[in-house]
């Protein structure tokens, strides 16, 4: 058993960092081979419990435990301690008593007074919570009017303050708004007469005891069955969130169907207890998981396991709202910029107000880490309709364009470190396939486009489980000069490592080092023009969208057809996989299958093999850091690919790695403009 002086428990976010610190004392109870753990809370006022304090000054760490049984008093310094010795010559060991009151007992049907609360302390004393964008322009916005339960529509910035709320649309059926019901639901007291959806129906509700009048969901503020409605407001979802008063998350449900725990009776059932030792009450917590600790940029274990939290569509919504009430099954949190607060815990933020503490939240410059861990958490959420990411991804790269100054995006990758997100991968063992499908996208001069997925992105790939990481992270980073094509069908560079204190440098330097430039039948060429791009990318306009242009070095090899095949488990892996050899045969990945790349000079060794070939495109190259034998050894990115005319495909998800020494002895290395879709 063992008394935290201090927990600190995360709000929702990715990089705006806002904790809270509590006190709590943690029971560790061993059932056979279980390990339970339950958190308490000072309920109450109440006398002391005796324990020892072991305190760290210089790293600011301590341990408190019970003193030793029989103990159950306060101990004075001439008193003999649990170990021999008196107590005043134990700098390290004093009695403590248990911090200010921070436990309450949660109702069973939500206090909304108490929410009420929270809201005034966030608009009162949050500086970082306050909307701080620009009001967002759309021609004519829809909200639900919870007084006349209807829908309104207010055209440009001409809008009330308006909640939002963010739910799991699920697979059943139900009512949703088109354009053939329209005049319907704009009559008021028309919603009254139709069968909502119960999470729609009770998110009304709480509205209705917040003073809230206005709310937005999408299901009702969206035309379903026109396609430039829903772009429109798609194109500016963040900025719907962001400026909503704030989110309601009905995170419970697995579908509209569902309902809010706790707005109506017998839809929360968890009763707390009451402990008392020695005058001191204390109280369980309905969630214990709210004190687990996290890191930075981590999703908080309290959300993390609800039928919200595996949705793709739901993730943008909370990462943009600058405030938001969790409903989980049994109790309600609040969490805004600063921090969390939750039913079976008082109010208390512990706000910081140190200038170095606000620098270090990365509230407005680029972070890689902050980018890798939405994108990890992201990928793993699932998706109703496959070709629906880019949409559900949109509001996310919108937001983290905004929030780190105009930052470029492209395909969900930053263009601040563009070279180095490219090399996104998944885990091996995992069936992933080309995403299917196209992302409606609009153009600047008002058109939609219907484009394809790009095999570059790790957008463009599906099934599977999560990313597994992003590499790229060497020092001494070579990369090409990308480009790629903006929204008005221009061609742009993009600015990779401009936001960073990593920039690349060029990849033609690394990979030319071996040969003469001043060769007059080699052009080492870097920057992509207009009229280099292949003839499809002229028919097909629609098709710049997802295309990534770049000069680099290219080699044709084969493989051997028969070596194929698929494996069974993480540790089925070719022995000649990714830097583990600098020789012939290396491995690499084709579809789902691994095969082997074979030397073709020697004939003698290849006569009884099914050679096919295949072509590897160079695309990032960086230091090894580890082995020690190894390190400041380069090592190369490439990437098998497909030839369909003038375009290029990967073959895989996988890039092949192999060392810079091994690359630079491949036959038919050629310098040459790649494009890739």
């Not at 242009?549 to 095949?565: H, M, N, P, Q, R």
């Amino acid at each position: 058993m063992s008394i935290h002086n201090w927990r600190e428990t995360r709000n929702w976010s990715f990089g705006f960092g806002g904790v809270s610190y509590r006190n709590l004392l943690t029971i560790y109870a061993i059932c056979g081979q279980q390990r339970i753990e339950i958190a308490l809370q000072r309920f109450n006022a109440g006398g002391r419990v005796p324990v020892t304090i072991k305190s760290d000054q210089e790293h600011g760490d301590c341990t408190v435990t019970y003193t030793s049984p029989g103990s159950w008093r306060e101990r004075k310094l001439d008193d003999i301690g649990p170990h021999g010795g008196l107590w005043k010559d134990r700098a390290k060991e004093t009695i403590a008593s248990l911090e200010p009151t921070f436990g309450r007992l949660r109702p069973l049907i939500i206090n909304f007074d108490t929410i009420k609360a929270w809201v005034q302390i966030c608009e009162r004393e949050h500086d970082i919570c306050q909307h701080q964008g620009d009001d967002f322009s759309i021609p004519k916005i829809r909200l639900i009017d919870v007084k006349n339960m209807c829908v309104k529509e207010f055209s440009g910035q001409a809008r009330p303050p308006f909640a939002t709320l963010s739910y799991v649309w699920g697979t059943r059926p139900f009512l949703r708004l088109t354009t053939d019901i329209l005049p319907d639901f704009l009559q008021v007291g028309s919603l009254r007469k139709n069968n909502l959806p119960l999470t729609i129906s009770d998110a009304i509700i709480v509205c209705e005891n917040l003073g809230i009048d206005y709310i937005w969901v999408d299901s009702f503020c969206i035309l379903q069955d026109d396609e430039f409605d829903k772009i429109q407001i798609i194109d500016k979802m963040d900025s719907i969130y962001r400026e909503s008063v704030l989110t309601i998350v009905a995170a419970t449900g697995t579908d509209a169907h569902s309902g809010i725990p706790g707005v109506r009776p017998n839809t929360r059932f968890l009763e707390q207890r009451v402990l008392s030792v020695r005058g001191v009450q204390l109280v369980d917590s309905v969630d214990h998981n709210q004190f687990r600790m996290q890191t930075r940029f981590q999703e908080p274990e309290w959300i993390s396991s609800t039928p919200w939290a595996r949705r793709a569509w739901t993730f943008q919504e909370a990462l943009v709202s600058r405030r938001a009430l969790f409903f989980t099954p049994e109790q309600v949190y609040w969490s805004c910029r600063e921090g969390l607060l939750s039913e079976d815990t008082t109010e208390h933020f512990g706000l910081k107000k140190d200038e170095y503490e606000r620098r270090i939240r990365l509230d407005d410059e680029f972070s890689p880490l902050e980018y890798k861990n939405i994108a990890i958490t992201f990928s793993t959420r699932r998706l109703t309709f496959e070709a629906d990411i880019g949409r559900a991804y949109l509001g996310t790269q919108n937001y983290l364009d905004k929030k780190w100054g105009g930052h470029r995006f492209s395909w969900g990758l930053p263009h601040g470190a563009f070279g180095s997100f490219l090399m996104w991968e998944w885990g091996f063992m995992t069936d992933r396939r080309k995403r299917e499908g196209t992302h409606p996208m609009r153009l600047t001069d008002g058109s939609i486009a219907h484009v394809p997925f790009p095999s570059w992105s790790w957008m463009g790939w599906t099934e599977g489980q999560q990313l597994i990481d992003f590499f790229g992270d060497e020092p001494d980073a070579h990369s090409p000069s990308f480009f790629v094509f903006d929204s008005s069908n221009t061609l742009l560079v993009v600015e990779d490592g401009a936001h960073w204190m990593s920039k690349p440098k060029s990849l033609v330097d690394l990979l030319t080092t071996d040969r003469d430039p001043t060769d007059a039948n080699i052009e080492f060429e870097t920057e992509v023009k207009e009229n280099d791009i292949p003839p499809e990318l002229h028919a097909n306009l629609s098709l710049r969208q997802s295309a990534l242009i770049f000069y680099t070095e290219t080699v044709k090899v084969k493989y051997d057809l028969s070596s194929g095949f698929k494996p069974k488990g993480s540790l089925d892996t070719p022995s000649n996989l990714k830097m583990i050899s600098q020789t012939y045969p290396f491995s690499i990945k084709i579809g789902s299958k691994f095969y082997e790349i074979v030397e073709t000079n020697r004939n003698d060794a290849n006569d009884n093999k099914q050679l096919e070939e295949i072509e590897l495109v160079a695309v990032f190259s960086g230091q090894m850091t580890k082995p020690r034998k190894l390190r400041g050894q380069y090592r190369l990115y490439c990437w098998p690919v497909f030839r369909q005319g003038g375009l290029r495909v990967r073959a895989s998800y996988m890039a092949t790695v192999i060392f810079l020494k091994l690359w630079n002895i491949l036959p038919q290395r050629n310098w040459e403009m790649v494009t890739m879709i």
